[in-house]
């Protein structure tokens, strides 16, 4: 037997490759002068050593972003007291406080900028998710309960509905004097929409809807405000006119009488109940028995029922009628992203001061104990989740700006709007398991004081649970950028069942050139390679970065799209049972995407010259140098993360793809020293973290500590240890 091994005569000791990598890291801090390449493409001059520095206030004003003053007004807002949650709450106790925090929302105005200025609002809709997602540090169950309230039922009647409904509607709605629930998700279909059994059939003698849930299956469950505050919400159901079904419309429906809080006639429902965490809100069911609501109460910007029963429509596809439908509720997925990122922010500010001031184990002198951030293991659990939170708030500044974009109107095309769909179903993903893994990790990292109540950790590790599957099942959103992934235009799919997209799949991927962007000479380059630093090296450079990342999605795509083949000679039911066969590889390739879309929106942050909001001038090379090991880290560490994949599809060797570890503990190490000034340049102060070990709390008692065993060792008072240690040679 025959074995190939690699030449280990060139390979360095782990000492050698370590000092190599920490070589290459001294010579990064040597910046281009600002200019890039000249006119025959020579790379610039090198600048001098810089120091490395994170300039706080410039890049606090960086994260926050094109809707800084709205960001700022938002936080001052949910610093104050009466804002904030109060631990320990009994249910009833937090969902009374909750619905009194809308009312002050309604007196600051925070709520109403998305709505149109007719109706007293500003039509400012991304300044609107600026300022929504902040409200993630006051309580979630506040910030969600106002979602439900003015970015769901407001919502809905804002873009499905047209003047009628603005004038009779939106008034009640803005100044929370008709509370509402969105009545879409039922308790047999969630994430399928389009399959919900609840039906408003027309009556054309009354010219009125007669809702119903034929079965218990229909009921409308999960509902915000519909187990105790709602007077009144927006019901999807399928719309029967003529006895043709025309698919899934959204009705204005009230729920209570308002003087008496009762069921009205035909109306019934039960509370959800106790949940795992946002227990501010008053979830619950709702059902329908022959319930009649005026012909008028259609919300009818996309399809409309003429007095004789007659349906029409400007969009003649009823498969794209309903996605243009429910796109036009995107806010929901665009505002948990920015949530998401900003509970992680919250876990890393707690975790990261709480580390750079315990102290645990006398582990480098015999008296003093070792800081927790200093220990190479607590620095590997925390700075990768640091670099990828900047990541992610990188990517949602471009999703929030893209949303901007399509609900202003400034770029509102097809394209411009499946954009969006596709941006928001690839990132929320992301950061919301971001955010979960964080706030775990951040647990953990806390030890037994990450697990009290008053350190806030595992309360909102609790309540952003369910971030991972409502407004939209985490997998079922990376399906939908799966199948953009697999067509160079998804409107074909927007109706498309499995077998369709899989047909589809075969005739325009199957045969695509994955490698054409010469990722196989650059991996053969870096198998190539006898210092495994230099391996290593040459993958800091963000173009190999984007060239590995590029080619695992693509490389992925194309495999799955190799397996379909057979598809295109198979029945429908055939050809989708194929499909299925890969889904998890396909989502998998959805999930790849993603992530090379998080690395690409840092590297522009980090690349750009643009000032931060408010402050004008350009990024600093020490804080740049900061933030490109930063990047380097998230970059690297996703290699890290699926170092099978490179290694199973000889991207990478074995010996270099070990460097990749060393290389991600090495940064981590860098960027250990300037971790406070990142997590403080997020701009949550104490008002907001409101966590005891985030205070300097834990840093007064280590300095009691101290300070009492070392007047006891110079007083002479300690006694001796049973055992004296040997002396050393």
Same mark, same amino acid.
């Given at each position: 037997m025959t074995h190939t091994v690699e030449n280990t005569t060139t390979a360095p000791s782990t000492d050698d490759a370590t000092a190599a990598i920490e070589n290459d890291l001294d010579e990064s801090a040597r910046v281009p002068r600002k200019g890039g390449r000249d006119k025959s493409g020579a790379k610039p001059e090198r600048a001098d050593v810089v120091v490395a520095r994170t300039d706080v206030e410039w890049l606090g004003r960086y994260l926050l972003g094109t809707w800084a003053d709205v960001r700022l007004a938002s936080r001052e807002l949910t610093a104050r007291p009466e804002m904030q949650r109060i631990e320990g709450q009994t249910m009833a106790e937090h969902r009374e406080r909750v619905f009194g925090q809308l009312k002050l929302l309604?007196?600051?105005?925070?709520?109403?900028?998305?709505?149109?200025?007719?109706?007293?609002?500003?039509d400012d809709h991304g300044g609107n998710i600026a300022g929504f997602e902040e409200l993630v540090t006051a309580d979630p169950s506040l910030q969600i309960k106002s979602g439900v309230q003015w970015g769901l039922f407001g919502a809905a009647v804002l873009h499905l509905g047209t003047a009628y409904h603005h004038e009779t509607f939106l008034p009640g709605i803005m100044s929370l004097e008709v509370p509402g629930a969105f009545a879409m998700t039922e308790t047999g279909h969630g994430s399928d929409v389009a399959a919900i059994g609840t039906t408003a059939t027309y009556d054309e003698a009354s010219h009125e809807f007669v809702l119903d849930t034929p079965f218990r299956g229909a009921w409308k469950d999960y509902l915000g405000n519909a187990a105790k505050d709602g007077?009144?919400?927006?019901?999807?159901?399928?719309?029967?006119?003529?006895?043709v079904n025309h698919g899934v419309h959204a009705f204005y429906v009230p729920l209570r009488d308002a003087a008496t809080n009762e069921f009205l006639p035909g109306i019934g429902g039960e509370d959800d109940g106790l949940k795992g965490g946002l227990n501010g809100i008053d979830n619950g069911r709702l059902h329908f028995t022959g319930v009649r609501v005026p012909r008028a109460n259609l919300l009818n910007r996309y399809g409309d029922v003429a007095e004789d029963g007659s349906y029409s429509s400007p969009i003649e596809s009823p498969g794209r009628r309903f996605f243009t439908m429910l796109g036009t509720l995107v806010q929901g997925r665009v505002s948990l992203d920015g949530a998401s990122v900003a509970a992680a922010k919250i876990a890393l500010t707690i975790a990261v001061t709480y580390g750079s001031e315990r102290r645990q184990f006398t582990a480098g002198s015999d008296t003093d104990e070792e800081v927790l951030l200093d220990y190479q293991l607590h620095q590997k659990r925390l700075m990768p989740k640091l670099a990828t939170t900047y990541a992610a708030s990188f990517a949602h500044e471009q999703l929030l700006t893209k949303f901007d974009q399509v609900f202003s109107g400034a770029a509102d095309t097809d394209a411009d709007r499946q954009d969006l769909e596709t941006l928001a179903a690839a990132l929320k993903p992301l950061s919301t398991w971001h955010a979960l893994e964080t706030l775990q990790e951040a647990r953990e990292a806390c030890g037994?004081?990450?697990?009290?109540?008053?350190?806030?950790l595992v309360g909102l590790r609790a309540d952003l649970d369910i971030y991972a599957t409502f407004e939209g099942d985490n997998h079922v959103l990376l399906q939908l950028v799966a199948k953009r992934l697999l067509s160079d235009y998804s409107r074909r799919f927007a109706k498309a069942d499995f077998g369709v997209l899989a047909r589809y799949v075969v005739e325009q991927a199957s045969d695509r050139a994955v490698h054409g962007s010469g990722l196989r000479s650059l991996a053969q380059r870096v198998a190539d390679f006898g210092s495994t630093a230099r391996s290593v090296g040459q993958l800091r450079d963000p173009e190999a970065q984007r060239q590995l990342l590029t080619d695992r999605v693509e490389t992925m795509v194309g495999d799955v799209a190799a397996k379909l083949r057979p598809a295109?000679?198979?029945?429908?039911?055939?050809?989708? +049972? /194929? !499909?299925?066969?890969?889904? &998890? *590889?396909?989502?998998? @390739?959805?999930?790849?995407?993603?992530?090379?879309?998080q690395w690409e929106a840092f590297t522009q942050a980090v690349e750009g010259d643009a000032g931060a909001p408010g402050v004008g001038a350009a990024m600093d090379d020490g804080t740049r140098v900061v933030l490109t090991w930063?990047? +380097? /880290? !998230?970059?690297?560490?996703? &290699? *890290?993360?699926?170092? @099978?994949?490179?290694l199973l599809n000889g991207r990478l060797s074995p010996q270099r793809a070990q460097a990749v570890g060393q290389y991600t503990q090495r940064l981590s190490a860098r960027i250990r020293p300037h971790a406070q000034d990142l997590v403080k340049a997020f701009g949550y102060g104490p008002a907001h973290t409101r966590a005891a070990i985030a205070t300097g709390a834990e840093k007064t008692r280590q300095t009691e500590a101290r300070d009492y065993y070392r007047e006891a060792r110079a007083a002479g008072t300690l006694p001796a240890p049973e055992k004296k240690p040997k002396a050393r040679r």
């Open positions: 309604v007196e600051d105005g925070a709520v109403h900028r998305a709505f149109p200025k007719e109706q007293g609002g500003e007077l009144a919400a927006v019901v999807f159901a399928q719309l029967v006119t003529k006895n037994g004081a990450g697990f009290l109540a008053e350190n806030r295109s000679k198979l029945s429908q039911k055939a050809a989708a +049972d /194929l !499909f299925n066969q890969h889904q &998890v *590889e396909i989502i998998e @390739a959805a999930r790849a995407h993603a992530e090379l879309l930063l990047r +380097d /880290l !998230f970059g690297l560490g996703l &290699v *890290e993360k699926h170092l @099978a994949w490179y």
